[in-house]
């Protein structure tokens, strides 16, 4: 039986250029880029609840961090160092070998290096703490849209949704249609680059983990603004279009969580910016509706008014 500092060493520690000191002390100790803000959040992951028997360990490493990595881009922060807290029923190294290379094949992609964490036994459960850095004043709050701003998303709405859906059998999609929707459930692409371009530009931003309804309520909430969407806006992909007339499908790509895309605000006069933004970084940008002075979620569908309120977002829940 490997010792869990056996495992550590052969599966969490690799170089930490970045770091003054990485895996092996009490702790880690990072240096700040001078006049940058540190940006630092974390993200559990619960077998049964976050990923199931099912998804691969390659898989289950990938999500741990890209869901972390999401939150960087929603504050528009360049991630910079992670932290690993892992609960193991035991120590499978096949198992562990998979998570590492989800892991740091990610990572890797976007410079983040592993400094610290701590492996106990346990029932399966995987902590992540990312930290990130923004030039002042730059972070993409929640909090700073204004009415008359435009709302903006990045990608395509509710296909981990719908890949979820159909193998909850809530859908039936064919197989090609789920082999291109499988991918966004498990190999979620965290939007750091759109995030770190929109500084300056953005005037709030969220990822969108829950469903669009419900992250973009948050901006709402937190700026004190209402909006006014357009569903026939709403950026999809080719299979859900596909299916759109199914309220299943309706629901993924509104209240659908799991999409990682970026929502944001931005002044209208912004816009031509913002497309050329997205042609830059080959990512769809899309104007879906604009922030009102009037409180509240409008959703338009052919003319036709929608009221999402508070109690709108029950009603969509997946
Ligand atoms: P301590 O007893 O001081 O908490 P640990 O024995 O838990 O130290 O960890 C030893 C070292 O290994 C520490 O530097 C810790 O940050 C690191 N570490 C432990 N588990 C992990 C992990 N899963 N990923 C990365 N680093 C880890
Ligand atoms: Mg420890």
Redesign the pocket.
Same mark, same amino acid.
């Given at each position: 039986m490997p010792s869990? !500092?056996d495992l550590?060493r052969q599966y !969490?520690?690799r170089p930490t250029p970045s770091a003054i000191l990485g895996?092996? #002390? #009490? $702790? $880690?100790l990072l240096r700040v880029s001078p006049g940058m803000e540190l940006a630092v959040s974390v993200d559990m992951l619960v077998a049964g609840r976050h990923f199931g028997e099912a998804d691969g360990p390659g898989t289950v490493g990938h999500k741990s961090l890209a869901v972390n990595l999401s939150d960087m881009a929603a504050m528009g922060a360049t991630p910079r160092w992670a932290?690993? $807290?892992?609960a193991l029923p035991s120590a499978d190294e096949k198992w562990l070998r998979g998570f590492a290379s989800g892991f740091f094949g990610l990572a890797g992609k976007f410079g983040v290096e592993?400094i610290?964490? #701590?492996?106990t036994r346990g029932p399966l459960n995987i902590c992540v703490q990312i930290m990130g850095e923004v030039p002042p004043g730059q972070a993409l709050r929640r909090d700073g849209a204004r009415p008359g701003d435009e709302i903006w998303v990045s990608g395509t709405l509710g296909n981990a949704a719908l890949a979820l859906a159909h193998y909850q059998r809530r859908v039936e999609l064919e197989h090609r249609e789920a082999a291109a929707m499988l991918p966004f459930l498990h190999l979620p692409q965290p939007r750091v680059a759109a995030g770190i371009a929109l500084r300056g530009i953005a005037t709030a931003a969220i990822d969108i983990s829950d469903g669009l309804l419900a992250d973009l309520g948050h901006i709402l909430e937190q700026s004190g603004v209402g909006a006014e969407i357009h569903f026939e806006h709403l950026p999809l992909h080719e299979v859900v279009r596909r299916h759109i007339q199914d309220e299943v499908a309706r629901n993924c790509v509104l209240a659908g969580g799991d999409d990682y895309e970026l929502c944001f605000a931005a002044p209208a006069d912004r816009h031509e910016t913002i497309l050329d933004l997205a042609r830059q970084l080959e990512l769809p940008l899309t104007c879906i509706g604009r922030m009102t002075s009037e409180a509240g979620l409008r959703l338009l569908r052919e003319g036709e008014i929608m009221e999402v309120g508070a109690k709108g977002f029950d009603h969509f829940a997946a």
């Open positions: 869990e !500092f550590i !969490f520690t895996v092996g #002390d #009490d $702790a $880690a932290t690993l $807290a892992l592993l610290g964490g #701590d492996t």
